[in-house]
């Protein structure tokens, strides 16, 4: 199985209009595009997933002041998409149709393929107790890293194509939660990335 976008270079840069943060506020945060194809005899659903690798593990230190994150700081994991139920017909998201900008507080009902579930990302967490922020992030938002990190984050796109119609899901979930459901239930799986920087002193 192979995934694509046009939206982006597989290992090149995300443009600002699909990210939330950009050098002069925020960005477009529509959703990129994405396509597969190659699927697997007997794939039901597929899920979708987006992860930053890079995300600082100390979120005190994101937009410090007179501080510099340096490239060997631990990192963690940052989710930015978690979709699941994916119809098995669906081989192609267009660029913005699941998200086309940013809603504080979060998506209440993010758009997405008909049939498919879209999950919590962590901005809703980042932005737990923010009286301007705060509430359930679902479906996409974007790449938004801290400026003062001098690491370039990589964004994974992940889809996972399943012999399930339907991962036993609680309502409200995230990227693990899709993780841990769909275990022995994964045909195959493709994977693509893309890079963003908030810092123009960051190295690739």
């Known amino acids: 199985m192979q995934i694509r976008s046009d939206s982006f270079a597989h290992r090149g840069p995300i443009p600002a209009e ?14 990129p595009h994405l396509a597969w194809d190659g699927a697997p005899e007997g794939a039901r659903s597929f899920a979708l997933l987006c992860i930053d690798t890079d995300a ?5 230190l994101a937009g410090k002041a007179g501080v510099e994150i340096p490239v060997a700081h ?8 978690a979709m699941a139920d994916i119809p098995a017909t669906v081989r192609e998201i267009a660029a913005g149709s699941c998200s086309d900008g940013i809603d504080r507080g979060g998506k209440r009902a993010p758009a997405g393929p008909s ?7 962590d901005y809703t967490g980042w932005f737990a107790g923010d009286a301007d922020m705060g509430g359930d992030y679902l479906g996409y938002d974007g790449p938004y890293p801290p400026p003062n990190d001098l690491r370039v984050h990589r964004y994974f796109f992940r889809v996972f194509a399943l012999d399930l119609d339907t991962l ?4 409200k979930f995230g990227a693990g ?19 963003y920087t908030l810092n123009p002193a960051a190295g690739g």
């Open 115 to 121: 049939g498919a579930r879209q999950g919590l990302n």
């Open 74 to 81: 631990p990192r963690g994991d940052f989710v930015h998409w």
């Open 18 to 31: 699909f990210a939330m943060g950009a050098a002069d506020g925020f960005g477009g945060n529509r959703n």
């Open 177 to 195: 939660d899709v993780l841990r459901a769909m275990q022995g239930h994964v045909l195959a799986e493709a994977a693509i990335y893309g890079t």
């Open 56 to 60: 600082p593990t100390d979120p005190s």
């Open 168 to 171: 036993p899901l609680p309502e």
